[in-house]
């Protein structure tokens, strides 16, 4: 076996992106937290930040995502600092369709040529000449996707961006998307109680397409917070890594990406790869979603 193979994080299984070779596995890490406060400036720590990179990548993660809204710069410039020259196989995703004020506030856009520069910035911090992954970032179900994903197209045709992705989209943003070009991953707002892209999900993995779900302990009830606390603690375990097991337990197309500016956090995360459920602890989590 290759060390990728023995790794903590191969303990989450492989997933490998339609119509393409590139696989990851399916524990990658988020960067965002290893900007400032609000995801706006340095961090605290920057050695530890650096630090907390190099040690995911040991464990075994391939797939980092990250944006050069987050900082704005910093995620990007510290992956560079802490990674480059880049393993093989370490695969960058972006996301882009956003920016910062001075006053940290997330101002949208989706322009052809802000959209275009943004993803030139992204290499340019990362140190790389064109992107696996780019994830066009919308912002909410009444927005035009069609336009900027024709601009996301003419990137990959002229070599900036192999593979698109979309991010917070509904179902019929998705389908626009897909109509103009290939998408290989949904990143959207789901977890053990957020479940409104249930069918969205289930419709992704008979195409092959990956789903990434982002805050994975948010918007939970007192109610649901105690009950995945109980079995948690009946497994000797933490909630955040219940948390993680039960959506790599959820669907074998759905890749978490838990960020940190930890390295005992990431250890946590990353070991949730390992925690599998009886059916009936699997059922007991299932039914949080209803006890909000």
């Not at 990728?4 to 596995?25: C, D, H, I, K, N």
């Amino acid at each position: 076996m290759t060390d990728a193979e023995t790794s903590p994080a191969a303990a989450a299984g492989r997933f490998t992106f339609p119509g393409t070779t590139l696989g990851v596995s399916r524990m990658g890490y988020g960067a965002m937290q290893l900007a400032g406060p609000h995801v706006f400036g340095p961090p605290k720590d920057p050695d530890e930040a650096r630090a907390v990179l190099r040690q995911a990548v040991a464990l075994g993660v391939d797939h980092i995502d990250t944006s050069d809204y987050y900082g704005p710069h910093v995620t990007n410039q510290l992956i560079r600092e802490a990674l480059s020259p880049y393993p093989a196989g370490l695969v960058l995703v972006t996301k882009i369709g956003a920016w910062r004020d001075a006053d940290g506030g997330w101002i949208l856009e989706r322009s052809d040529d802000f959209l275009k520069r943004s993803v030139e910035d992204n290499l340019e911090r990362l140190g790389l000449d064109r992107m696996p992954i780019v994830n066009l970032r919308m912002g909410g179900p009444g927005d035009d996707i069609s336009a900027p994903m024709r601009a996301m197209r003419a990137m990959q045709d002229e070599g900036l961006i192999d593979h698109i992705g979309v991010s917070t989209v509904s179902t019929d943003q998705l389908a626009a998307a897909r109509g103009i070009a290939p998408v290989v991953c949904v990143q959207n707002h789901y977890n053990l109680v957020h479940r409104d892209d249930d069918a969205m999900i289930d419709t992704l993995a008979e195409d092959g397409i990956a789903y990434v779900p982002y805050f994975p302990l948010g918007g939970f009830s007192p109610l649901q917070s105690a009950g995945l606390s109980e079995l948690a603690a009946e497994l000797g375990t933490s909630a955040q890594k219940v948390a993680l097991a039960w959506l790599l337990a959820r669907s074998e197309n759905i890749l978490v990406i838990p960020g940190t500016s930890s390295r005992r956090h990431l250890l946590d995360n990353v070991d949730a790869a390992r925690l599998r459920f009886t059916p009936q602890q699997k059922a007991r989590l299932d039914g949080l979603a209803s006890a909000g």
